[in-house]
């Protein structure tokens, strides 16, 4: 099966870092970059190319000398850096990094509706093309940026960053319902700032107040669309959602118990 | 003693002071990066700013002492 990462955040930011990655803390972003192409992700756009390059490059994060850009040309990636080059990048194995560090979530950057249609189309024909073919693929795009604004108490920036995730979830849904054969959840791991708005006033900023600038013990909705949607109804506990894909992946055991 | 000191606080828990806020050296500020041990001010001292780095998902405390 295929695999690919989106977010707008580094691509080894925690949430994308956590499907790929296996260490000690979030902070290990230049280990987690090794990890990421160790573990062959097909697919990986996001920022943080400054983890990827050895320390004697301009603005790199690394403390050493390792160039994960060359090593990944060595394993077969296709590397872009910008938007251009994103609408005719192939293969079977994709680097984009579009910033040193996090996205800005401006133009002339990628969007992240773009950065989604554009991993789906290369998992999706590699998956076709593929000896292996119809093994399908798994693909986690991330709106990383609004749990930062959430964060900011930025109401702004809150909403600009929904939306630009909404569009992502638009351009997913669109290919689930031409394909007839995808799955696509749409959640999240936890909710951030309290977010209320008081009165009936929506358009007064004044009417929105925030509980706290940390996480919040809120539920988060979980939205399913396609084959087996319906095994997500319901009130569970967040970790029950890995143990539904691998069911359905028919990944056996599961948790699988760390390698000594 | 004048000058400031920068504390580094997990984001996930929030920070349970604001600028302006008074502080008193031992009071519970927030929580330590990577676990939920309690962050304490070192020092007494005037919360000058607390702002979100989102690249370390962390809350960086100001304190004016």
């Known amino acids: 099966m295929r695999t690919g990462l989106v977010a707008t955040s580094t691509i080894t930011h925690a949430t994308p870092a956590s499907f790929g990655s296996h260490v000690e803390s979030r902070s290990m972003e230049a280990k987690i970059a090794e990890h990421l192409l160790a573990n062959k992700v097909n697919v990986m756009f996001g920022g943080g190319k400054a983890f990827w390059t050895p320390q004697s490059t301009q603005d790199s994060l690394r403390k050493d000398d390792i160039d994960l850009l060359v090593q990944a040309g060595k394993q077969g990636y296709a590397t872009v850096d910008d938007g251009r080059q994103l609408t005719t990048v192939e293969g079977p194995y994709v680097l984009g990094l579009f910033q040193q560090k996090a996205l800005t979530t401006v133009s002339p950057e990628p969007t992240l509706a773009e950065l989604t249609y554009h991993a789906i189309r290369l998992l999706n024909e590699r998956s076709k093309r593929s000896f292996e073919s119809n093994r399908g693929f798994f693909l986690m795009v991330e709106g990383s940026q609004i749990d930062w604004a959430c964060h900011a108490n930025d109401v702004h920036d809150c909403i600009k960053q929904t939306l630009l995730f909404d569009e992502a979830v638009k351009v997913a849904v669109d290919f689930a319902a031409r394909d007839e054969n995808t799955l696509i959840i749409i959640t999240a791991d936890h909710e951030t700032g309290g977010l209320i708005i008081k009165g009936d006033d929506v358009n007064k900023t004044g009417h929105i107040n925030w509980a706290t600038g940390g996480h919040s013990a809120m539920p988060v909705p979980v939205y399913a669309y396609g084959p087996h949607s319906k095994i997500f109804t319901g009130v569970y506990d967040n970790t029950e959602i890995p143990q539904k894909l691998a069911r359905l992946l028919k990944i056996k055991p599961f948790p699988r118990k760390l390698e000594k | ?65």
């Open chain 2, 1 to 65: 003693m004048n000058g400031s000191i920068e504390l580094i606080a997990d984001a996930s828990f929030g920070v349970k002071v604001k600028p302006g806020d008074h502080v008193e050296q031992g009071q519970q500020l927030a929580a330590k990066c990577g676990s939920q041990e309690p962050l304490t001010s070192p020092t007494a001292g005037t919360v000058q700013d607390v702002t979100f780095d989102s690249d370390g998902h962390r809350f960086i405390i100001t304190i004016m002492i």
